[in-house]
C-alpha cells in the first residue's frame, strides 16, 4: 500500500519510529516532514499538504501526526468507514500504541457491508452539501 505521512512540530517525534514500522511493513511511504521541531508547523498546513496528496492519488491512506491527534478507532474506522486518514497525537499515544494503531490502519481492509456504504453515501451527501452552500 502507498502511504502518505505527514507531521507537525509536536507529532515529529513519532516520525523516525513510525517509518521504520512502515517500511518494516513493506509499505510504500512518501514522507511530506516535518524531521525537526523547529521552526513550528502548524498541523491544518500538513493536513491540507497530506489531502492534496490523497485527492490526487498520489497515495492510498496518510497518517497525520500532531501532538493532540485521535488513533483509538484505527481499523474499524477503515472496515466501517472507508477512513483513508489517521491521525495521532505524539503527547497521547506512545511509540508503541503508535505503532499497534499504524499496523492496525494499514492492514484493515473496508468491509464494505450495505450499512457502511448507506452511512457512506450520507457523510458523501454531507460534503456535497457544504461545498454547494459554502
Known amino acids: 500500500m502507498k ?3 505527514a507531521f507537525d512540530h509536536r ?13 518494516a511493513l513493506g509499505h510504500e511511504v512518501l514522507d511530506l516532514g516535518t524531521d525537526s521541531p523547529t521552526p513550528r508547523i502548524d498541523y491544518p498546513d500538513k493536513a491540507r499538504e497530506l489531502g492534496g496528496v490523497l485527492q490526487e492519488g498520489g497515495a492510498d491512506r496518510g497518517v497525520l501526526v500532531c ?5 483509538a478507532s484505527a481499523r474499524q474506522g477503515v ?10 497525537g505524539s503527547e497521547i499515544v506512545g ?3 503508535a505503532l499497534e494503531l499504524v499496523r ?10 450495505e450499512r457502511y456504504v448507506r452511512r ?3 457523510v458523501q451527501a ?7 452552500h459554502g
Open 67 to 71: 501532538g493532540s491527534g485521535v488513533g
Open 104 to 113: 492496525a490502519f494499514a492492514g484493515a481492509t473496508f468491509d464494505g457491508g
Open 79 to 88: 472496515q466501517h468507514d472507508d477512513m483513508n486518514v489517521l491521525c495521532l
Open 11 to 23: 507529532g515529529m517525534k513519532l516520525r523516525e519510529p513510525l517509518l521504520a514500522e512502515l517500511d
Open 126 to 132: 454531507l460534503e456535497e452539501e457544504v461545498l454547494q
Open 120 to 122: 457512506l453515501e450520507k
Open 3 to 5: 502511504l502518505v505521512v
Open 95 to 97: 511509540e508503541e500504541l
